[in-house]
């Protein structure tokens, strides 16, 4: 037998959940930028509004392993998408009157519930391919890389979504739109959700999220290089850019930039998305040892690493925005998007095969922490960086982290592993 019982409908439902709640995420993000960009937010003020939601990820990766260890996987599963509607609701009673000062703190506890939300969803859904995917023909790659690329071309749908929706249904009710369906799809998941997956044992100890294995706390270090080094120019950098590039200060030129800057981003995450689904082809996986693909998450870490320079370097010698430019910049983000997705699908099929099947959701979740970690990094940077020395030091500061993420990988050593539970 090559699968759990029942493991690909438990797999599918699980996928069609974390869809849903991906999408949502990805257009959450979206209407908040851009809309308290035009509420005339800074940079470092908009960095503030997701610092909260990294935050929250940290603490609850390293709380929901213990908790789906203890509980189950479909518990915190079903209570990622509960907060994430919760959420949504609570963000649309923002109050247009209140202070900046007020607002933003609002909008940070607000977000700090969404990014609790969204790691307890991720963290079931990689730690359920562990215990689902087949054993045999490198099925746990392709599996975890499914999950993970398809996740992620949703996500890009829901950025674009989140512009078309406040460029016509506004802040307030496409919040309220969204809550509706997420509700929705979750009411569907409870009812329809098979067995297959663990009920949860209890004599778990929360000091067990704490990895003892050299690979697993070199891998999560590598992530956190990685993962801040896309956020320090995509959280904030390149969307306010792209905006004061393409606004021309009218009401119409800022609806339009919006739709560009949407669609440049839901392109750029699907592209990811769809990369990270072909990982395993691209890494000839099923014909490579472990060996030659613990190697391989260090070379292209290199790869990447000279785009994010190569782009600095062409912002600071053109010196003043033009059409050449834009064309670089869209080029090589893209090229970067592809290099960027096989790193990170390289290191989620690793994090599985370097775990065991007793412990999954405890490492699984100790990862995502450093996965949250490296995006909080990233996210405070963006603002940071691009408020000092806009979008050159922001794609410098990427080009830094991701040779710091190379270095980390480099100290991976191939080990046996089990491809899932027997």
């Known amino acids: 037998m090559t699968t759990r019982p029942r493991g690909m409908s438990a797999y599918i439902a699980v996928t069609a959940a974390y869809w849903a709640f991906m999408l949502t995420d990805g257009a959450l993000r979206m209407l908040v930028l851009l809309h308290f960009h035009t509420l005339g937010f800074s940079p470092v003020q908009l960095a503030y509004l997701f610092v909260l939601y990294e935050i929250a990820g940290m603490v609850t990766n390293l709380s929901a392993g213990w908790i789906a260890a203890r509980f189950g996987l479909t518990t915190t599963l079903y209570a990622g998408l509960a907060v994430q509607v919760f959420a949504l609701l609570a963000l649309a009673q923002l109050d247009p009157g209140w202070a900046i000062g007020a607002s933003v703190a609002y909008v940070m506890m607000v977000q700090g519930a969404s990014g609790v939300a969204k790691d307890l969803a991720k963290m079931s859904s990689k730690s359920a391919v562990k215990l689902l995917a087949p054993t045999e023909g490198g099925g746990l790659f392709r599996w975890v890389a499914l999950l993970t690329g398809s996740k992620n071309a949703v996500k890009g749908v829901g950025f674009l979504l989140g512009t078309v929706l406040l460029a016509t249904l506004g802040f307030v009710w496409s919040l309220y739109a969204m809550a509706i369906v997420l509700a ?239």
């Open 184 to 422: 929705a799809i979750l009411l569907a998941v409870l009812i329809a959700m098979p067995p297959g997956l663990p009920k949860g044992r209890k004599g778990a100890k929360f000091t067990e999220v704490f990895s003892r294995s050299a690979n697993v706390n070199w891998l999560s270090t590598a992530r956190v290089f990685l993962f801040g080094a896309r956020d320090v120019w995509f959280v904030v950098g390149i969307p306010i850019y792209f905006h004061a590039v393409l606004s021309d200060g009218t009401e119409e030129g800022a609806r339009m930039a919006f739709f560009v800057i949407g669609t440049f981003m839901a392109v750029w995450i699907i592209l990811y998305g769809a990369i990270q689904a072909a990982a395993p082809r691209i890494l000839d996986a099923t014909n490579r040892s472990e060996a030659d693909l613990i190697g391989a998450a260090r070379q292209w870490a290199l790869m990447l690493c000279v785009v994010p320079a190569t782009l600095a370097a062409l912002v600071v010698l053109a010196g003043e925005p033009a059409v050449w430019l834009t064309v670089a910049l869209i080029a090589g983000l893209l090229i970067f998007g592809a290099l960027f997705a096989v790193n990170s699908s390289l290191h989620s099929y690793l994090i599985l095969a370097f775990t065991r099947s007793e412990r999954v959701t405890m490492d699984v979740g100790f990862y995502y922490m450093a996965n949250a970690g490296g995006r909080l990094i990233g996210t405070v940077l963006s603002g940071l960086t691009y408020q000092v020395g806009g979008l050159p030091l922001c794609l410098g500061t990427a080009a830094i982290m991701v040779a710091l993420s190379a270095m980390a990988a480099g100290k991976l050593n191939p080990q046996s592993t089990e491809s899932a539970v027997a």
